[in-house]
Structure formats: structure tokens, C-alpha cells
């Protein structure tokens, strides 16, 4: 069974911090290290925003309304990836997907995502 279970969601007030957690389960993740993992967000009515990602090999990339403010990191024994948001604003209000992504040369292979996790900036 493939489980991506996201962690860490609440209600915090603008400019606070929040850090997500997503750990991974299941035999299909028994070589953690070769997904690129991410995060994305969704608001009710609007398409899923890649917000950043980072690969086997700790490059990463955000979106440009995260960038400086957020963090993805990534610990391959834990199996778990990470997303540290700092000066959080009203527009950061979405739920949160974690995505594991298996890319074999150029074509996506896997695509694993887990169930969400609301993340609320209000005053």
C-alpha cells in the first residue's frame, strides 16, 4: 500500500511560521532516495500550484510566490520531506499536497499524492 501522509497544518496568523511534514509508507517507497519529491497547494475553485520541490539529489525549486519564504528539505532515512513556511501571508491559505514523482528518463513513471493537509493564514 502507498501511503503519503501529510502532517502539520493549522491556523496561524499572518507573518507566523508553520513547518508540514509528509512521510512516506509502503513497499513502493523502499528506495526513497530516487523520487523527487514536492509540494503542492489547491484553494477551492482553482487549479493545484506547484509550490516547490526537491529531488534525489537536494536540488530544489519553488514557485515565485514562495520563493525566500519557504523551505523544502528532504530526510531520506525518515522517508519523510519537509516544507518550513516563514512570514506566512492570507494568500498561503490552501490545502497542501505532498507528491512523489518517479521520472525514468523523461517520462513520469510514478506519481504518488497524499491527501492534503489545511493550511489556514488569517488574523
Known amino acids: 500500500q502507498v501511503q503519503l501522509v501529510e502532517s502539520g497544518g493549522d491556523l496561524v496568523q499572518p507573518g507566523g511560521s508553520l513547518r508540514l511534514s509528509c512521510a512516506a509508507s509502503g513497499s513502493i517507497f523502499s528506495i526513497y532516495t530516487i523520487y523527487t519529491m514536492g509540494w503542492s497547494r489547491q484553494i477551492p475553485g482553482k487549479q493545484r500550484e506547484l509550490v516547490a520541490t526537491?529531488?534525489?539529489?537536494?536540488?530544489?525549486n519553488y514557485a515565485d510566490s514562495v520563493k525566500g519564504r519557504f523551505t523544502i528539505s528532504r530526510d531520506n532515512a525518515k522517508k519523510t520531506v519537509y516544507l518550513q513556511m516563514n512570514s506566512l501571508k492570507l494568500e498561503d491559505t490552501a490545502v497542501y499536497y505532498c507528491n512523489a514523482r518517479l521520472v525514468t528518463g523523461v517520462v513520469v513513471t510514478g506519481d504518488y499524492w497524499g491527501q492534503g493537509t489545511q493550511v489556514t493564514v488569517s488574523s
Open positions: 526537491i529531488t534525489s539529489d537536494y536540488s530544489t
